[in-house]
C-alpha cells in the first residue's frame, strides 16, 4: 500500500502537539555519505559521517560515479550506525529527512531513493531539504539560542551567497559570487601549489606560517553591492605562479598560501560587513566548508568585537558536510507541515532562493 497524502498529513498533525520530535536525516549530495537523530531542531543524539575522500584523492576530486556506487554501500551501514549510537530504532524516530539537492545527481538519487524506500516502509513521513539550507542550520545546532532573523554568508565548495534569513526557511538573497564560488577558488589554488584534493583545508594548513603581503592580488569591483568574484584574484594567483615556474624559481608556496587565503578572505569579510551593516540586524551567521578556515573565522571574529555584532560560527565538524545540519533544516520545514511525497527527485542545481 502506498503512503496516502491523507495518512501522512494525520501523522504530521499528531506531531505539531509533540513535545519531542526526533528526525533521522541522512546526507549524500556529494562525497560524504553521513545520518544523523536530531532531536527539536536543536539536539543531536547522533551523528556519522562516512566521507569518501580518500578514494577521490586518488584521482585530484570528486568522480561522480565513484561517489554514487560508494554512497549506495555505505547509506544501509551510516543509518544502522546512527540508530545504534543513539540506541534507538525506527520506533522512536518521528520523520525521516534527506538532501534532494543541490549536489551531484547521482548521489543525491541515491541518498533520496534510499530514503523513500524507508519511508515506504516504516510509513514515517519524509521530509526534503536543500543542503544550503542544511549548512545555514548548522548554526542552530552550535548555537541553541539563536533565531532570525540574521544575514548569513554560506560560503561552500559550490556555493557564495549572502543571504537575509527572514525566518526559519524564508530567505532574501543579497548577493552572490559572479562567477567561482569560493571553495572551488581554494581547491584551484591549492591545485597550483602541488596540494591534493580537498584543496582549501591543506592551503590553509601551508598558509599558517607565511608572509600574507608576499603576492599583492586585484580587487575585484562589482556592479552588485553584495557581490563577489574571485576569478580574477585566481587568474592572476595562477598566472603569477606559472611565471616564477617558467623562471626556474622555487615556488615560496607558504608565502603564495598566506596572499591567497588573505585576499580572499579579505573579500568575504568586506562584503558581509556592507551586508550586515545595511540590514540593521545585528547577527551575523557563516555557514559550508569554507566557514571552517581558521583565517576567515578569527577575522570575522575580530571584526565583531571592534563593531559590536553577534558573530555564530558551527563548530568546526559542522561546518563540512553532514547530516545533522539537514536534521536541524528538516525540523523546521516539517514544524511549517511541509513534506515531500514518494514523488521527490533530486534536483541537482536546487537554488536556496
Ligand atoms: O560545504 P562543503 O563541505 O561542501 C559543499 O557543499 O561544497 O565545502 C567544501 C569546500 C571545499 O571547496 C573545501 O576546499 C572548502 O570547503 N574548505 C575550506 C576549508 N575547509 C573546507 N576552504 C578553506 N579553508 C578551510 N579550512
Ligand atoms: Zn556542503
Redesign the pocket.
Known amino acids: 500500500m502506498m503512503n496516502t497524502s491523507a495518512e501522512m498529513r494525520q501523522k504530521l498533525d499528531a506531531l505539531r502537539g509533540k513535545e519531542t520530535v526526533r528526525i533521522l536525516a541522512l546526507e549524500s ?2 562525497d560524504e555519505t553521513a545520518c544523523a537523530i536530531i532531536e527539536n531542531g536543536r539536539r543531536i543524539l547522533s551523528s556519522v559521517i562516512f566521507s569518501q575522500v580518500d578514494v577521490h584523492a586518488l584521482y585530484g576530486g570528486v568522480v561522480p560515479e565513484i561517489a554514487s556506487r560508494a554512497h549506495v554501500d555505505a547509506c544501509d551501514r551510516v543509518i544502522d550506525q546512527a540508530l545504534k549510537e543513539a540506541g534507538m530504532d525506527f520506533a522512536q524516530i518521528d520523520a525521516l529527512a534527506v538532501t534532494y539537492g543541490p549536489g551531484l545527481v547521482g548521489a543525491l538519487l541515491t541518498g533520496v531513493s534510499c530514503m523513500k524506500g524507508l519511508s515506504y516502509t516504516t510509513r514515517l513521513p519524509l521530509v526534503s531539504v536543500n ?1 544550503i539550507e542544511g ?1 545555514v542550520s548548522a548554526n542552530f545546532l552550535t548555537h541553541p539560542d539563536l533565531e532570525p532573523p540574521f544575514v548569513c554568508l554560506v560560503v ?3 556555493h557564495t551567497h549572502l543571504v537575509r534569513v527572514n525566518n526559519y526557511g524564508e530567505y532574501t538573497l543579497l548577493g552572490q559570487t559572479v562567477d567561482d564560488a569560493a ?2 577558488a ?2 584551484k589554488a591549492a591545485r597550483v601549489l602541488g596540494l591534493n584534493y ?4 591543506l ?2 594548513k601551508l598558509a599558517e606560517g607565511g608572509n600574507d603581503s608576499y603576492l599583492p592580488l586585484p580587487h575585484a569591483h562589482l556592479d552588485g553591492r553584495y557581490d563577489f568574484s574571485f576569478s580574477g584574484l585566481k587568474t592572476a594567483f595562477l598566472n603569477a605562479c606559472h611565471r616564477m615556474e617558467q623562471r626556474g624559481e622555487i615556488l615560496p608556496r607558504a608565502d603564495l598560501a598566506a596572499s591567497f587565503e588573505r585576499a580572499v578572505t579579505d573579500a568575504l569579510c568586506e562584503k558581509a560587513m556592507l551586508a550586515l551593516e545595511d540590514s540593521g540586524l545585528h547577527t551575523l551567521c557563516l555557514a ?3 566557514s ?3 583565517r576567515l573565522r578569527a577575522r570575522m571574529q575580530a571584526l565583531a568585537r571592534e563593531r559590536g555584532f553577534r558573530l555564530c560560527m558551527p563548530e568546526l565538524w559542522l561546518c ?2 553532514n547530516a545533522a545540519m539537514i536534521g536541524s533544516a528538516a525540523y523546521y520545514r516539517l514544524r511549517r507541515g511541509e513534506w515531500a511525497g514518494l514523488e521527490l527527485n533530486a534536483v541537482p542545481a536546487l537554488e536556496l532562493v
Open positions: 549530495s556529494c543542503h549548512h561552500s565548495g559550490g571553495g572551488e581554494f581547491d580537498p584543496g582549501g583545508p592551503l590553509s559550508g566548508g569554507v571552517a578556515n581558521r563540512t558536510d
